[in-house]
């Protein structure tokens, strides 16, 4: 590794014109593009280890103000910056999470309600309401600038991916996000074979570090008991999501969010109270709150949601902190037996890299906010290490399950266990329906013959992209669908994994759209011809000339061979199904899904319920009993193949395409 890699870089004394920007957003409390003496006042007099007497700033700002108005423009600031240490204090205004949260009402009536990806949620000065185009997430063009800018100057310091330790990426200056994006090391992009055993190492080391710190804190003297109780708490479980369902959009959600913290707040207080920790010195560091910023809620979104917003239930958030298991144990009680509508218990379940803490979601308003009960000992193990850093590395890297060699099984749950036995043909070759755990950290799930990928499957590869679609002898082959950790999406035709004929690329919002060619990029696309293609890719017409009877004749003998279901819920065609709810940037709607004998919801691109079995289109529900009638599965259907099922789908689609697509133009 190189020496100036390991090393954290030092800050030069002359700011960039961004951190100016940003110096701006947390002190012009005014928006009036310059500083004044009062506004300069209320932040650097703070009681701080880094805080000045008015007099000191008094002196710098006589020196600095060259025009003589009282206040500081850009250029004056810049020339005060050492002298008032105004670097230091943007960069500690994380403290103001430990403040009284303030006033969010003008900003929500504003429709300003997403914290600036640059700035964070602490400048209240620099929310916005950008969550479209590339640059959405921040207030400027120049944040997402200065962010690719700086990310790709500090991996070009490296010699090769292999010099990248993981717990040092936040001293390189590289951030998770950028580097499996967009990062590259000369000409070359993350090489998964290297990183994914440097970040399993670290991940086990911080395991070890939070073992070793939940364990140190339950041998103090008298704590064991107190940990038994706490360990024994029963957790509530149930699905909780916003109110508004699939309508909820972003602003939506951060409107609710803003909303309820300033209760949220006091709920947390409620429970130091109880706790008997709220008095003291103590007082002001024993709460902080925090707002989720868009970039991780649209990865959720594309990732693990489906793009349904309302699934995202941890927007608004307050940590409380205790000295003592005593003081833990009576806010947790306070928690269950009040507003908690969930509760996992990790003291008892701890995540997968150990941390241990208890976790609530609660009802403030009319909106789901998360309630985090920490213990001290366990957050400074979590602030001694680069555990933040670790964290979002795993959930990218480890998505898959850890195995030393790759391993077949019939499925994977959602906690990641590898379960069954896998279908196999007399050779003992994986053949019908397996899962297979890579120690690449690819898995695929789907059909397979003869030991290789073949028929309908998903692969989750260890970058984060997810491609749902056709197999042949383990390579793309038919129509595929590829969807990106930030929320792209693009819809291709395979010929041993090479992209031809025609397909569509849609961008990470959803709301633009481009024709593929052989996999290039071509014209932009309006969002409705973009769905019509990708249901002509999809139904199998760039590919086959199948005639209405030849289709109906597919039709009759899948439904005779009548397969048995699987447990894919609706494999490629029913994930389809689901790429156009608004918010996730998913925009295909409307597709089959044979594997539960129904027509899924149709939606366009914003996410406007059109069709379905429940959308009062005649047509749709038509189809519906079709699809019930010829059976439960087109994906195993092996008499019929994967021909027949692209026939299949492509006879519902005839069907339902008029209450589908429709005929407006919104």
Not at 155 to 162: I, T, V
Request: hydrophobic share 35%; aromatic share 8%.
């Amino acid at each position: 590794m190189p020496s100036e890699a390991k090393s954290p870089k030092k800050r030069v004394e002359k700011p960039s014109d961004l951190e100016l920007a940003k110096a701006f957003a947390l002190f012009d409390t005014d928006n009036s593009g310059h500083l004044s003496l009062d506004e300069l006042k209320a932040i650097l007099c703070r009681p701080t280890k880094k805080s000045l007497t008015e007099r000191q700033i008094a002196r710098v700002m006589k020196k600095c103000d060259m025009d003589g108005d009282g206040q500081l423009n850009m250029d004056e600031m810049s020339a005060a910056w050492v002298q008032l240490g105004l670097g230091a204090q943007v960069e500690t205004h994380m403290d103001l999470a430990k403040s009284v949260p303030p006033s969010f009402a003008t900003l929500i009536a504003e429709g300003n309600v997403v914290p600036d990806e640059f700035d964070g949620p602490y400048v209240h000065n620099s929310y916005h309401a950008n969550v479209t185009g590339e640059e959405r997430g921040y207030r400027f063009k120049a944040g997402r600038d200065e962010w690719k800018k700086n990310n790709m100057e500090n991996l070009a310091k490296l010699d090769d991916w292999s010099s990248i330790d993981p717990e040092y990426l936040d001293e390189y200056g590289i951030d998770p996000d950028y580097m499996f994006s967009y990062g590259t090391i000369n000409g070359k992009s993350v090489n998964m074979q290297e990183l994914r055993p440097e970040v399993i190492a670290a991940k086990q080391g911080m395991r070890a570090c939070y073992d070793e710190a939940f364990n140190a804190a339950r041998e103090k003297f008298g704590a064991a008991e107190v940990f038994g109780r706490i360990l024994a708490l029963p957790e509530k479980h149930g699905t909780m999501q916003q109110p508004g369902g699939e309508q909820l959009d972003l602003i939506g959600l951060y409107k609710g969010a803003l909303g309820a913290l300033e209760h949220l707040w006091q709920y947390g207080q409620q429970a130091l109270e109880v706790s008997g920790e709220a008095a003291g010195p103590r007082a002001l560091v024993s709460a902080a709150w925090g707002i989720k910023k868009a970039q991780r809620i649209w990865y959720k979104l594309a990732t693990k949601y489906g793009g349904d917003v309302s699934k995202v239930t941890d927007c608004a958030r307050i940590s409380l902190e205790f000295t003592t298991a005593e003081a833990l144990e009576k806010a947790a009680q306070f928690m269950l037996q009040g507003k908690a509508s969930s509760f996992k218990n990790r003291m008892a379940n701890p995540t997968a890299d150990g941390y241990r803490d208890l976790l609530f979601k609660v009802l403030i308003g009319d909106h789901v906010c998360e309630v985090q009960l920490h213990l001290v000992a366990m957050l400074k193990a979590k602030r001694h290490a680069p555990a933040h850093t670790v964290y979002k590395l795993s959930q990218r890297v480890l998505k898959t399950p850890i195995v030393a060699k790759s391993t077949y099984c019939l499925e994977v749950t959602a906690k990641g266990e590898l379960t069954g036995e896998g279908e196999r043909n007399a050779e003992g070759k994986p053949e019908g329906r397996g899962t297979m755990v890579y120690a690449s950290g690819n898995m695929y799930e789907g059909q397979w013959l003869a030991g290789r990928q073949s028929g309908e499957g998903r692969c989750t590869f260890a970058t984060g992209n997810v491609y749902e679609g056709s197999y042949k002898e383990d390579k793309k082959h038919g129509r595929g669908k590829e969807t990106f950790p930030d929320g792209m999406v693009q819809v291709n035709c395979y010929d041993e994994n090479q992209k031809v004929g025609l397909g569509v690329f849609w961008s990470a919002d959803g709301r633009k759209a481009w024709e593929l060619q052989d996999g290039k990029r071509g014209r932009s696309l309006p969002l409705k011809e973009a769905s019509e293609i990708a249901e002509r890719v999809v139904a199998g017409q760039q590919r086959t000339g199948a005639s209405d009877e030849d289709i109906q004749a597919a039709a009759a003998a899948a439904a005779q061979a009548k397969p048995e279901r699987t447990s894919s819920g609706g494999g490629f065609m029913g994930s389809l199904g689901s790429m156009a709810k608004k918010g996730g940037g998913a925009v295909v709607g409307g597709m089959t899904s044979f594997a539960e004998g129904t027509i899924d919801a149709a939606f366009d691109p914003l996410g406007t319920i059109k069709g379905g079995i429940d959308g009062g289109i005649e047509g749709t529900k038509h189809a519906a009993n079709m699809a019930k009638d010829l059976g439960t599965s087109a994906v195993e259907g092996a008499a019929a193949g994967v021909k027949t099922q692209m026939e299949l789908e492509l006879m519902a689609l005839k069907t339902v395409g008029s209450a589908i697509v429709g005929n407006d133009d919104e």
